[in-house]
Structure formats: structure tokens, C-alpha cells
């Protein structure tokens, strides 16, 4: 029997999905399960979208552009620059979402063996691509007493060896919902210039940002057109995760020419999707007004209910739509299987994604659970209930003499 | 400045599409341009398909499961099933197109630096994946002379080394247009078990068969539960190219887990996509009774204008949509660059793919083009038309004697 490939055997299991089993039998014995343990969004995608695809009158579903429909490339980068990012439409490519764009800067900035240094917690597919890409992701422990900020020029700098070719952030942060400074940002670039690294942003969650400042890309550093590189996607801003439309965003020409090359591999993003993010891009800019206000009152709502709970930590929250907190508990994957197999409250359990598989670094965070605040307030507070009732009843909670 | 990485350099371009820019050149200068070099059909998507994503109700469109909405992997077995192969629905992994499939067999059957024997001519985006898979394609040539068949059992074995891991097939081929026999087949199934190799097949043209006898599946070959692996789309056969839906088909439990692995790490593929695909996988069996009719009149057609003409030489075509041929020129790239660049025949020219980038071993098959025959009756006979008068006017043709 050939053995499967050693990438295949060893790539993490998604943290996000791995209790899926569980939830799924809770259900089958009449439980509701809330789901706050991945980044789905409960918002209505935009009318704009709908009509597109509704409307089209494309008879045969053809492929399009390696690097996507030109319309929806001009577009994109109209958006952008709406934004403060100046970037042309050939400076774009068009992704199968966010996931695939992460994937071709990856496989085009790093050769197998190469490093890439990631604040950790981090976005757990991150594992997932540096594996499948042979790629070593150096993570670097930020802390919740610290808000997860990004660590200093010099805290990067005692990770850089002759094999590190990449710094990989996500700003805002999943899980850690951090925003990062401008001044933060600019340490970080004189790093990527001093030793010549790609500075690789994931800045999918760019619209959620509760803070009086915009969030500064990574195209909006000066000095680093041949260094930087921006994966987006239109997943969370438009409430399309199912749409996996994404994109690669570099001003580096060679660069971009290898990742249309891997775009050419794989053919074309999905066509009809693509016609109705065009359209959405084109909605007005109060569509996301609107939900920025929603996100930030669930804010509001989880940070106040979980401070409110004993031996809770609940670090700054600036942006995206997760909490990443830590419970007064022996183990977060302990617990968060504990909610699905043995506990309910009012016919109600809560799902979170244990933070194990957000560090790489073993056994960093291990009372640490992501919340991802995607339901509307009434079903968050109904969570944040069950929460609350379940640390009191959890066998193996730590009792307040053990949390200090 | 930092360095693209090696395989992104390394990368082949897409032979399909690298002479686009001299076709839009000749477009901007009036010329109409007859695109016989993409694997583009014209066809109509099922109605069943627009029906779908025209009415339904979603508002949100959120992520599916990683491995595909369940109503659609169940339907892609129940299909699978009525066409003889028999499998169940958690051996179906919803794919982004038969090119995820194909790069989930490759990172989850190989190592970097392990081997995989393609017969050549080869579709030319498996160089592509291998090379993203830092995976080695050992090529094994078949010749226009015998046929493009599959090479025999000692040949596949010559190539044999302790480093070979699977063996990659088309079946039937893009670009031959060969259909493998059960014969051929059982010898490779031997060789598979013999040198416990993983036996990868691409089967996305299988509906595609001009010949009296069904097209035998890899998952039709007793004994290779572990060992077969099928890589299908819709995007042929309901003319479905932009939808980007696939699946990755295996018994082998190990493997499905690496992949189902790699499928989590992408999150999802397309979601209204795999909706309209649910329903088109409906379409009564009529649908498809239609379209191998016309692609069998279209193949006609062509093979029987192409062996009027001096020179050229054609192989026996009994399957996908696809003739390689020889022509009487000096070089396949420069022909088709002429062809855009210097040609036009009553303001019209064609496109074909060079067969270079369908050769991994260097100068093999330089006088071969490959030509989809994805247009109409009509356009086609135009677009021999324009062949004819242009292998007559061609400055690098080969005359009668050097031809021989």
C-alpha cells in the first residue's frame, strides 16, 4: 500500500473545524448549538450581488482571465484606491479567496526550507499553507497581558536567520482582533529592508477597525514596493465567504509575474462569483457603515459579558470580529469538547475554537479560546449565558486560589 | 530587493495562453481570431444550472463544508454510481475544479523531490503543480506515429526508479485525444501494484468517447482500493469551465483524510457554484447525448479536413475534444506566433497551442500544435480554411522532400 505524502500526514487538522463531529451529534440530541467558533458572518451579502448573478445572461460559464475578470481588476484596484492604496489594475490578481492568495505568496516568495517569521497567536491555516508550500513558519509569542501587540524590531530580529525570506502579519488580527500602529508598521518595514524580506499582509479584516485611526496597509508604507505584499478578499467586508473571491496585491513585477504564472496552473477564479463581487464592490459605502456599527456594539456586548465573568481575561480589542480571551480552565480543547459533549444550558451550548491550534509554539495559550462574534447581540448574550453558567459547572475549571 | 522564489521562476507559463498578447494584438488590428487554442467550449451550460442559482433563496452566502456541500457530494456518487463506478459519498471531496483535485493528489500522494511518470504529450498544467509540489514529472513519450497509446508495461517500468511514487494518466487525453483500453490499463494496474505506486487518473473528459466502448475508470480496476486516485470536473462536460467545480475520488482512507486536510485549509470551494453543479448533475442523460454528437461531427470534420491537407500528419482521435498533429513547419511556437502576428485569410486567423509546452523532454513533437475543436461546424471549417491557406504561405514550411 504506497504511503500518503509526508506534507498530508503531518498538515494540522483545522482547529476551527476539528469539533465538528461533536457539535454535529449535540445537535442530533436536540441542542442548539451557537456557532462562534469560525468567522462566518450572519450578515445578508449585498443586494448588489444577488442582482448580478441573477441578472446575468450568460448562456455558457466560461473561464476567464487567469488573473480575473479586467473589469473586476480595475475595480478592485478603484476600491483600493478609494482607500488610500494606490495600486493599478495590473497590480492585481483575482484569487480563489483570500486562502488562495496567501497560498501563491507563499509559494512565491519562499523556497522549500525558507522561514517565515508570524506573531503567534496566529491565523491557523497559515500552518496549512507553510506546509503545503515546505515551508518553516517561525511563530513569535505575542501576549494577552501585552493586547497581542506586535513585537518590536527587536523581538523580530532575534528571529532572523540566513534562512528567513518572509515576515507574514494580519492586521487587523484573527484571532487576536489587534490593530496595529503606523509606527509599529514602520519599525516592521525598516526590518524587511535591512534584511531584505517580503512583508507579507493579510488584511482581509482592513473594514473592521473600531479605533479613530484608518488601519495602515502594507501598500501604504513607503520603501517597500518591491517587499510588500497584500492578500484580501471580499469574504468578511461583503458577508461572502461562500463567494471565494480574493486578492494578490503587490507592486513587485516579478513578483506578480509568478504568481500569474501559479494563476495560469489553476486556470481561472470561479466566473460567476466574480460578476457578482464586481458588482458588489460597487455598493455604497454606507453597506458598510452599517455592519461596522453592528460588529462593534458585538464587541461591546462579548467584552463587557466576559469581563464580567471571574478569572476571565479579555485582552484590547480594536478590530476583526474575534476575541481571543483566557478562561479560568485546565484546557481550552478539553473545554470546548466538554460544552458540545456534556453540557447545556437552556437547550443551548456555545462552540468556540480552542487556541491550541493558533499557536505553533507548543503549549503557549493553553487556557486561551477564540470567540468569533458573528451572531446578532441576542444570540451572542445567550452565549455569553451559556459561557458563564458552564465555567461555574466545568469539572475542570481552576478554582481562584489556582489563577493567580 | 528580494528574490522571487525558485519554483515561481521556475514556473512554467501556460503554453494555452502565453501567445494571448499577440492575439489581442491581432484583434486590435480588425482580425477576427478563431481561438481553437483553449479548451473553451461554446456550448450552452445546462439550464438546470442557471435555473438554480437563479432562484435561490440564499441571503448570506456563507462557506460550505470543506469537502463540499453534502447534497452534492451525494449526487457526484449517485452519478458516478450510474456510470459503473461505484463509490460512496465521503469518497467525493468537492473540489475548486479538476486543477484542486489534481494538486491534492499531488502534494497528498508525493514528497518534494519524488517522482511521477506522465506520458507525454502531457496537459501542460501538470508541470505547473508538480512544480508548485516541488514534485519531479519523469516523462515517458508516446508518438503521433503509434497513435499517442499507452505505453507498455516494460516502458512505464524502464522509468521506474526507487524515487517514482505514482503514475499520472489522461484518460482520455488532453491534448492525444486518446482512449486508454481496459487492456492497457490492467497492465498499468499491475505495474501500480507491483511497484506500490499511486495510480493517478484524470478523467475529466470521460464522457467524451467516440468509440463503442465505455471509457474504463481508474476506480473500474480491481485491486487498487489504496492505490487509484480519480481527478474529474463538470467544466467539460456541462460546459461548466468557469464554474470551477471538481472532485478528488478515492477508496483510499488514508489519503482522503490527507486531502480532506488540504481542503480545510482552503476553507471551501465556491458555494453557488456547487449549487448550480447540485442541479446540473440532473440534467437528464439527453443533455449529454447532444454534445458528444456534435463534438463526434466536430472531430469528424476536422480530421477529415486536416488529412486532406499535404503533410500533415494525424493520429487516431477517439476522445476529449483535442487533435495534436504535425504539420509540415520548421517550429510550432513560430508558426502559431506567425499566425497572429503576419497571417489573415479573409480577415480571419486561428489560434492553436504549440505542442512544446505539452513535451517535457526539449525538441520532442517541435512541429506539433495541438487543436481544440471547441467551435461550431461552421467556424471550424473556416478555421481549416485558414490553416490551409496558411501552411501554404508560411515562410518556415517544410517542402515535400524535407519532409521526408
Same mark, same amino acid.
Given at each position: 500500500?504506497?504511503?500518503?505524502?509526508?506534507?498530508?500526514?503531518?498538515?494540522?487538522?483545522?482547529?476551527?473545524?476539528?469539533?465538528?463531529?461533536?457539535?454535529?451529534?449535540?445537535?442530533?440530541?436536540?441542542?442548539?448549538?451557537?456557532?462562534?467558533?469560525?468567522?462566518?458572518?450572519?450578515?445578508?451579502?449585498?443586494?448588489?450581488?444577488?442582482?448580478?448573478?441573477?441578472?446575468?445572461?450568460?448562456?455558457?460559464?466560461?473561464?476567464?482571465?487567469?488573473?480575473?475578470?479586467?473589469?473586476?481588476?480595475?475595480?478592485? #484596484?478603484?476600491?483600493?484606491?478609494?482607500? +488610500?492604496?494606490?495600486?493599478?489594475? %495590473? /497590480? !492585481? *490578481? $483575482?484569487?480563489?479567496?483570500?486562502?488562495? #492568495?496567501?497560498?501563491?505568496?507563499?509559494? +512565491?516568495?519562499?523556497?522549500?526550507? %525558507? /522561514? !517565515? *517569521? $508570524?506573531?503567534?497567536?496566529?491565523?491557523?491555516?497559515?500552518?496549512?499553507?507553510?506546509?503545503?508550500?515546505?515551508?518553516?513558519?517561525?511563530?513569535?509569542?505575542?501576549?494577552?497581558?501585552?493586547?497581542?501587540?506586535?513585537?518590536?524590531?527587536?523581538?523580530?530580529?532575534?528571529?532572523?536567520?540566513?534562512?528567513?525570506?518572509?515576515?507574514?502579519?494580519?492586521?487587523?488580527?484573527?484571532?487576536?482582533?489587534?490593530?496595529?500602529?503606523?509606527?509599529?508598521?514602520?519599525?516592521?518595514?525598516?526590518?524587511?529592508?535591512?534584511?531584505?524580506?517580503?512583508?507579507?499582509?493579510?488584511?482581509?479584516?482592513?473594514?473592521?477597525?473600531?479605533?479613530?485611526?484608518?488601519?495602515?496597509?502594507?501598500?501604504?508604507?513607503?520603501?517597500?514596493?518591491?517587499?510588500?505584499?497584500?492578500?484580501?478578499?471580499?469574504?468578511?467586508?461583503?458577508?461572502?465567504?461562500?463567494?471565494?473571491?480574493?486578492?494578490?496585491?503587490?507592486?513587485?513585477?516579478?513578483?506578480?509575474?509568478?504568481?500569474?504564472?501559479?494563476?495560469?496552473?489553476?486556470?481561472?477564479?470561479?466566473?460567476?462569483?466574480?460578476?457578482?463581487?464586481?458588482?458588489?464592490?460597487?455598493?455604497?459605502?454606507?453597506?458598510?457603515?452599517?455592519?461596522?456599527?453592528?460588529?462593534?456594539?458585538?464587541?461591546?456586548?462579548?467584552?463587557?459579558?466576559?469581563?464580567?465573568?471571574?478569572?476571565?481575561?479579555?485582552?484590547?480589542?480594536?478590530?476583526?470580529?474575534?476575541?481571543?480571551?483566557?478562561?479560568?480552565?485546565?484546557?481550552?480543547?478539553?473545554?470546548?469538547?466538554?460544552?458540545?459533549?456534556?453540557?447545556?444550558?437552556?437547550?443551548?451550548?456555545?462552540?468556540?475554537?480552542?487556541?491550541?491550534?493558533?499557536?505553533?509554539?507548543?503549549?503557549?495559550?493553553?487556557?486561551?479560546?477564540?470567540?468569533?462574534?458573528?451572531?446578532?447581540?441576542?444570540?451572542?448574550?445567550?452565549?455569553?449565558?451559556?459561557?458563564?453558567?458552564?465555567?461555574?459547572?466545568?469539572?475542570?475549571?481552576?478554582?481562584?486560589?489556582?489563577?493567580?
Amino acid at each position: 500500500m504506497p504511503a500518503v505524502s509526508q506534507r498530508a500526514q503531518s498538515m494540522p487538522a483545522s482547529p476551527i473545524r476539528k469539533l465538528m463531529p461533536y457539535a454535529e451529534s449535540a445537535k442530533e440530541r436536540g441542542i442548539t448549538v451557537l456557532h462562534l467558533n469560525i468567522g462566518q458572518p450572519d450578515i445578508e451579502s449585498p443586494p448588489e450581488f444577488w442582482r448580478a448573478v441573477r441578472t446575468t445572461d450568460i448562456k455558457t460559464l466560461e473561464y476567464s482571465h487567469s488573473a480575473g475578470i479586467a473589469a473586476l481588476r480595475a475595480k478592485a #484596484a478603484e476600491f483600493y484606491s478609494r482607500q +488610500g492604496i494606490i495600486v493599478s489594475a %495590473d /497590480e !492585481v *490578481i $483575482v484569487c480563489t479567496a483570500g486562502s488562495e #492568495a496567501l497560498s501563491f505568496a507563499m509559494l +512565491g516568495c519562499l523556497n522549500p526550507g %525558507d /522561514e !517565515v *517569521i $508570524v506573531p503567534e497567536p496566529l491565523y491557523a491555516n497559515y500552518l496549512g499553507f507553510s506546509c503545503a508550500a515546505e515551508v518553516n513558519v517561525v511563530p513569535l509569542t505575542t501576549r494577552i497581558e501585552h493586547d497581542f501587540r506586535l513585537p518590536s524590531s527587536e523581538e523580530f530580529e532575534a528571529k532572523v536567520t540566513p534562512k528567513t525570506k518572509a515576515v507574514l502579519i494580519n492586521n487587523p488580527g484573527n484571532p487576536t482582533g489587534s490593530v496595529y500602529t503606523r509606527g509599529q508598521l514602520e519599525q516592521l518595514r525598516d526590518l524587511a529592508l535591512r534584511h531584505d524580506l517580503f512583508l507579507i499582509s493579510d488584511e482581509v479584516y482592513r473594514d473592521f477597525n473600531y479605533t479613530s485611526e484608518p488601519v495602515v496597509s502594507v501598500l501604504q508604507l513607503g520603501g517597500l514596493e518591491r517587499h510588500a505584499v497584500m492578500v484580501d478578499s471580499v469574504s468578511k467586508r461583503f458577508s461572502l465567504c461562500g463567494a471565494r473571491i480574493g486578492f494578490f496585491v503587490s507592486r513587485n513585477p516579478e513578483l506578480n509575474a509568478g504568481a500569474l504564472k501559479l494563476a495560469q496552473a489553476r486556470l481561472a477564479p470561479p466566473t460567476l462569483e466574480q460578476i457578482g463581487v464586481l458588482a458588489a464592490l460597487e455598493a455604497p459605502a454606507s453597506y458598510f457603515d452599517t455592519i461596522r456599527e453592528e460588529y462593534r456594539s458585538r464587541r461591546d456586548l462579548v467584552v463587557s459579558r466576559l469581563r464580567s465573568m471571574p478569572g476571565v481575561r479579555v485582552p484590547q480589542i480594536d478590530g476583526a470580529f474575534y476575541a481571543m480571551v483566557e478562561l479560568p480552565i485546565d484546557d481550552g480543547d478539553r473545554f470546548c469538547q466538554w460544552l458540545l459533549e456534556s453540557f447545556q444550558h437552556q437547550g443551548h451550548t456555545v462552540m468556540f475554537a480552542p487556541a491550541s491550534g493558533f499557536y505553533e509554539t507548543p503549549g503557549v495559550g493553553h487556557r486561551q479560546v477564540r470567540i468569533a462574534y458573528v451572531l446578532n447581540q441576542e444570540r451572542l448574550d445567550l452565549a455569553m449565558d451559556c459561557l458563564e453558567v458552564a465555567l461555574a459547572q466545568y469539572p475542570g475549571r481552576l478554582e481562584p486560589a489556582a489563577r493567580a
